[in-house]
């Protein structure tokens, strides 16, 4: 009598209660390289195409990378430190970068557009939506039977490879 509606009514059985999907995909060298090669093709966003490479080379999470702050890297030093709220398990890190891993983040410099954010959202006021490059990686790997979404990449299957489907957290596993 207190709530008009059920607030559990629109949960599914097939929702809850089912059975934890365990990944364990990790791209293979050959896989690697076709990625480098299929990249430029893919017409992600530079920022994006960074990120990527910066996930694979530091085995850092999606959220720990879209939540990066100018303010926690250090070039000179060759470290980026991840703060605590933006971990996973809650507590601080520090990456040591490799010339690789400094390249990728220097290259973003030249497309700064935040003060703040180094993947700054549309109009600068927060960072950019971890589901929103996964999205970008996603629609780019479509089944050749599938139409791309309206509204999204016309470019949807230029970043397929040989053994599958892969996420961005597939990058951390394979760096790894």
Not at 101 to 113: D, H, P, T, V, Y
Not at 125 to 146: F, P, W, Y
Request: aromatic letters at 6%.
């Amino acid at each position: 009598d207190i709530i008009e509606n059920d607030p559990t009514s629109s949960i599914r059985k097939a929702k809850i209660g089912g059975k934890d999907t365990v990944r364990d995909r990790v791209l293979s060298d050959a896989e690697i390289r076709a990625l480098k090669s299929q990249l430029p093709e893919a017409r992600l966003l530079k920022t994006t195409e960074s990120a990527l490479w910066i996930m694979l080379s530091t085995c850092c999470r999606i959220g720990e990378i879209c939540k990066a702050e100018w303010q926690h890297l250090d070039l000179e030093a060759g470290t980026w430190k991840i703060p605590a709220e933006n971990s996973k398990n809650g507590k601080p890190h520090i990456i040591y970068l490799s010339e690789f891993s400094m390249r990728q983040f220097e290259s973003l410099i030249a497309l700064k557009n935040s003060e703040k954010w180094i993947f700054p959202n549309t109009d600068n006021s927060n960072h950019v939506c971890e589901k929103s490059m996964t999205k970008q990686i996603g629609d780019r790997q479509l089944a050749n039977d599938r139409k791309p979404m309206s509204g999204r990449s016309k470019y949807c299957r230029t970043l397929k490879l040989a053994d599958g489907k892969w996420t961005p957290h597939d990058l951390r596993r394979t760096g790894a």
